[in-house]
């Protein structure tokens, strides 16, 4: 079956640590997204990616950072600088080009530092 | 630039209710309009979409109209059940501008009791 993975499902982190989060594709997608979600709120981009080796900033990158050395991976790593790291990340993907881009998502990795 | 608004939320309706969720938007371009519904602890999935202007997407009884002139796409149901309570999203992606990229509302939670 064609999907998107993300592990774990839930991951906790000492404060000062970096932390990756895995997301892989197969659905032969060029564009993947990493999303943050705090309890009751939407959804806030981080970074996005539309081709490979190639990714630009979302609307908080700020203590986060990426890469996309194939296309069926984008990890995401959360790094000691990001303030508030404790949230509900969310992968993505979708095609490009012309068509609808309906956005397909991974089940999420609840990361809690403390 | 892009923009979404959904009607503000919680939602709270007894079973067998008929739902409207609001949802307009803000679009340079021909936007896809989606909904998108998000279960307790997981991902988000594709619930209906519309491509073009007047087109009506439909699934699980859910139904949306894509209305150019009043640039709405209100979500409806009607008649819901305890298992519809989840948090829904509408969504755009303009196929030119944002090659692939969605704009979401900050969603609605819906509650369905008994």
């Known amino acids: 079956d064609g999907g998107i993975t993300q592990s774990p499902k839930y991951l906790f982190r000492k404060e000062g640590q970096n932390v990756t989060l895995s997301c892989e594709q197969n659905l032969n997608h060029d564009a993947m997204y990493w999303y943050r979600q705090d309890p009751g709120q939407g959804l806030r981009l981080i970074y996005y990616?539309?081709?490979?080796?190639?990714?630009q900033k979302g609307d908080i990158a700020e203590g986060y950072s990426v890469s996309r050395e194939k296309k069926e991976s984008f990890p995401l790593t959360v790094t000691s600088a990001q303030k508030n790291p404790t949230a509900f990340y969310l992968c993505?993907?979708?095609?490009?080009?012309?068509?609808?881009?309906?956005?397909?998502f991974g089940p999420g990795t609840r990361l809690t530092v403390t | 630039g892009n923009s979404v608004t959904q009607m503000e939320g919680p939602v709270t309706l007894s079973e067998e209710a008929f739902l409207t969720i609001n949802c307009t938007y803000t679009a340079t371009g021909y936007p896809s309009l989606f909904w998108y519904v998000q279960y307790p602890g997981e991902g988000l999935q594709l619930l209906l979409k519309a491509t073009k202007a007047d087109d009506k997407g439909s699934n699980k009884g859910f139904e949306a109209t894509y209305r150019k002139e009043t640039t709405s796409f209100h979500l409806e149901k009607g008649s819901v059940q305890v298992s519809d309570s989840a948090v829904y999203f509408c969504?755009?992606?303009?196929?030119?501008?944002?090659?692939?990229?969605?704009?979401f509302g900050d969603g609605t939670t819906l509650t369905v009791k008994p």
């Open positions: 969504a755009l992606s303009d196929v030119w501008a944002n090659a692939g990229k969605s704009t």
């Open positions: 993505a993907s979708s095609s490009t080009g012309t068509g609808d881009h309906e956005q397909y």
């Open positions: 990616s539309q081709i490979v080796n190639d990714f």
